[in-house]
Each structure stands twice: as structure tokens, then as C-alpha cells.
């Protein structure tokens, strides 16, 4: 989230009312240096995490076994639960409302009291969290991670 928070304050608020080349011109300069960041930080190898859930659930259809993981398991259940608080945030709450708004016609937020730089900071942070705990369950399932 913090990451999102900078990334959005350094690279994108301060094009927010420029042509719409230039964020994107940005997200790329961003994406080049998040990856040279990590890669010098983390190493270019690739680096292992131990499984965290072993075993597996099997069950017997017909003549075969159908067998999946338990940290497949996890890691669909906790897609799941992300998915379904980010859709109850952006449905039914105050904050989703003023999201929404925003993304529709940002200057008639802002003319309704919205502070909409506040807001677009939030999605990022949010935005920011959710690519996290992507990061996280795609590792789970790899077992390992790179820049």
C-alpha cells in the first residue's frame, strides 16, 4: 500500500491534468525502475519459499482420484475473500460511493466536496494491496519468486 501511495504521489499526481501520453510514458519509466529496485535489492536469481500447507484433499471419481492441494485450496479461498471485500467496498460503501464518483466525472466530485486526490491516493493504496496479496498467492503456488 505504501509503495501505491508513493508511486501515485511521485509519478502520477503531478501529470494528473496533462495529455493522456504522459502517465502512461510514466507507468512505464515506474514499472523500469520498480524492477531494477528489487532486482538489486533481491538478486537476479530466483529464490524459494518452503510450502506452507502440505498434504492434499483427494477424492476417488469413478475409477480415477482427483487430488488438489491444500495450498491451492488456500489460495482460492483467499482470492475469494479478497475479491468479495473489495466488490462489498466498492458496492455498498461510503467509500466505494465516492470511488465511483470520482472515476465518473472527477470535476463534479470535486464540485460535490469530494477530495478527489485523496481519493485517487486510496486506489492506489488499494490497488497497491491487492497486486500484494496477488504477489503472495502466486508465489504460494510457484513456490518461487524473481524480480
Known amino acids: 500500500g505504501v509503495y501505491g501511495w508513493a508511486i501515485e504521489r511521485i509519478a502520477y499526481r503531478p501529470?494528473?491534468?496533462s495529455?493522456?501520453?504522459a502517465p502512461l510514458?510514466?507507468?512505464i519509466g515506474m514499472s523500469?525502475?520498480?524492477q531494477n529496485y528489487v532486482q538489486l535489492s533481491q538478486g537476479p536469481n530466483q529464490q524459494g519459499i518452503p510450502t506452507l500447507l502440505s498434504g492434499a484433499l483427494r477424492m476417488t471419481v469413478?475409477?480415477?482420484v482427483v487430488q488438489i492441494t491444500w495450498t491451492k485450496v488456500f489460495i482460492l479461498v483467499a482470492a475469494l475473500v479478497g475479491m468479495?471485500?473489495?466488490t462489498w467496498i466498492i458496492?455498498?460503501?461510503r467509500l466505494g460511493r465516492i470511488c465511483r464518483a470520482t472515476q465518473q466525472d472527477r470535476r463534479m466530485a470535486a464540485i460535490l466536496g469530494i477530495n478527489t486526490d485523496r481519493v485517487i491516493s486510496l486506489v492506489f493504496v488499494i490497488g497497491a494491496a491487492m497486486a500484494g496479496l496477488a504477489g503472495v498467492l502466486v508465489t504460494m503456488n510457484y513456490g518461487t519468486f524473481d524480480f
Open 25 to 27: 510514458i510514466s507507468a
Open 84 to 86: 468479495l471485500i473489495l
Open 19 to 21: 495529455t493522456r501520453l
Open 91 to 93: 458496492q455498498y460503501t
Open 32 to 34: 523500469l525502475i520498480l
Open 62 to 64: 469413478g475409477d480415477g
Open 15 to 17: 501529470l494528473r491534468n
